[in-house]
T-cell receptor, first 113, second 117 residues
Framework: GENVEQHPSTLSVQEGDSAVIKCTYS??????FPWYKQELGKGPQLIID?????GEKKDQRIAVTLNKTAKHFSLHITETQPEDSAVYFC????????????FGSGTQLTVLP | NAGVTQTPKFRVLKTGQSMTLLCAQD?????MYWYRQDPGMGLRLIHY???????AKGEVPDGYNVSRLKKQNFLLGLESAAPSQTSVYFC????????????????FGPGTRLTVL
């Protein structure tokens, strides 16, 4: 089955700096890669996703890049703000597989004011 | 529109006891999922359902059973709880139509924190 590894497990940045979280996946058939944000005491919420036929996708301060050959994808957050502090999870799945997601282990991002 | 709700929010069980976690969604979604979240391990899929009356095993199904008798509800049962089942349980649902991102998005409930002594 699919295996997703995520790094780093914790990340602290100064407000206004950029943050990068990286993930690798094992199954070359996976073709959908979402990122979820989980605030304390809440369930995860989708913030951005990318399909395997796209190399990069951007939504305001958040961007995701995908390298299919190397089987890795990354989340980039620019101009970080204190409200970006949360746990971020990457995931991978195969379209048509009932959207079964395999999650990474999570990154605790702390934005210092 | 409440989205995905989970009952109860917290529960403490003794080893060997049984319980049922209830998940309800009011978005008319076809797909529903149960995950467990443990420190340092992300979320792992326990069971899922692609429609009323259907269920399937996920990555870590042992020790759990599920039922989807109504489209809006997905129940997770523990027949004989073990300390290894101490975890936070999340339910999620997903639509089957809409834009690519919208029909792939999973909407999560607030979670149930279960402790088995």
């Amino acid at each position: 089955g699919e295996n997703v590894e995520q790094h780093p497990s914790t990340l602290s940045v100064q407000e206004g700096d950029s943050a990068v979280i990286k993930c690798t996946y094992s199954d070359s058939a996976s073709n959908y890669f979402p990122w979820y944000k989980q605030e304390l005491g809440k369930g995860p919420q989708l913030i951005i996703d990318i399909r395997s036929n796209v190399g990069e996708k951007k939504d305001q301060r958040i961007a995701v890049t995908l390298n299919k050959t190397a089987k890795h994808f990354s989340l980039h957050i620019t101009e970080t703000q204190p409200e970006d502090s949360a746990v971020y999870f990457c995931a991978a799945s195969l379209e048509g597989s009932a959207r079964q997601l395999t999650f990474g282990s999570g990154t605790q991002l702390t934005v210092l004011p | 529109n409440a989205g995905v709700t989970q009952t109860p929010k917290f529960r403490v069980l003794k080893t060997g006891q049984s319980m049922t976690l209830l998940c309800a969604q009011d978005m008319n979604h076809e797909y529903m999922y149960w995950y467990r979240q443990d420190p340092g391990m992300g979320l792992r899929l326990i069971h899922y359902s692609v429609g009323e009356g259907t269920t399937a095993k996920g990555e870590v199904p042992d020790g759990y059973n599920v039922s989807r008798l109504k489209k809006q509800n997905f129940l997770l049962g523990l027949e004989s709880a073990a300390p290894s089942q101490t975890s936070v349980y999340f339910c999620a649902s997903s639509p089957t139509s809409g834009t690519f991102s919208s029909y792939n998005e999973q909407f999560f409930g607030p979670g149930t924190r279960l402790t088995v002594l």
